[in-house]
């Protein structure tokens, strides 16, 4: 489990189903992507994201609604989803391409600099630009980010 800013942290499911480690880091929401896990007094939402298909556009607008109400409301939260690599922080570049304004390469190389197995999957990427109105080509965006 990485921050990537003190209100938003990206991990695994594992993570999810570690209640000390969630009160440690003062974790009060969760953006789940991979399997729904429920914690005391911990506000959740899950979202069923598969890898390697399209990310429905209703599913964006629903988790970015969640992520906003709750980062207005104080929480600290975490995405999720089964490894920590892909799904969550997929949704994590869009929290903060909304949050902070940025681009999505800008914001994906935010997450990048604090989650270094951070590896969106292609089609989720596109998934995204679709929904941002933005047309960063994948490949395009790693040679940017890693030179």
Same mark, same amino acid.
């Given at each position: 489990?990485?921050?990537?800013? #003190?209100?938003?942290?990206?991990?695994?499911?594992?993570?999810?189903?570690?209640? =000390?480690?969630?009160? =440690?880091?003062?974790? $009060?929401?969760?953006?789940?992507?991979?399997?729904?896990?429920?914690? #005391?007094?911990?506000?959740?939402?899950?979202? #069923?994201?598969?890898?390697?298909? #399209?990310?429905?556009?209703?599913?964006?607008?629903? !988790?970015?609604?969640?992520?906003?109400? !709750?980062?207005? !409301?104080? /929480?600290?939260?975490?995405?999720?989803? @089964?490894? @920590?690599?892909?799904?969550?922080?997929?949704?994590? =570049?869009?929290?903060?391409?909304?949050?902070?304004?940025?681009?999505?390469?800008?914001?994906? $190389?935010?997450?990048?600099?604090? /989650?270094?197995?951070?590896?969106p999957d292609e089609v989720h990427w596109q998934s995204m630009n679709d929904y941002f109105g933005e047309n960063t080509d994948y490949w395009e965006m790693w040679? =940017?980010?890693?030179?």
């Amino acid at each position: 489990m990485d921050q990537i800013r #003190p209100w938003l942290w990206v991990g695994n499911q594992y993570d999810t189903q570690d209640l =000390t480690t969630l009160k =440690t880091h003062h974790i $009060s929401a969760i953006l789940q992507l991979h399997r729904h896990i429920k914690q #005391p007094n911990i506000q959740e939402l899950f979202i #069923p994201i598969e890898e390697g298909y #399209p990310i429905p556009p209703y599913y964006i607008k629903q !988790a970015m609604a969640f992520v906003i109400k !709750a980062k207005a !409301a104080g /929480h600290v939260i975490l995405v999720a989803c @089964g490894a @920590g690599i892909s799904r969550s922080v997929i949704f994590a =570049t869009a929290a903060l391409k909304i949050v902070e304004n940025l681009t999505l390469p800008q914001a994906f $190389s935010e997450v990048l600099k604090r /989650h270094a197995k951070a590896m969106p999957d292609e089609v989720h990427w596109q998934s995204m630009n679709d929904y941002f109105g933005e047309n960063t080509d994948y490949w395009e965006m790693w040679r =940017t980010i890693t030179l």
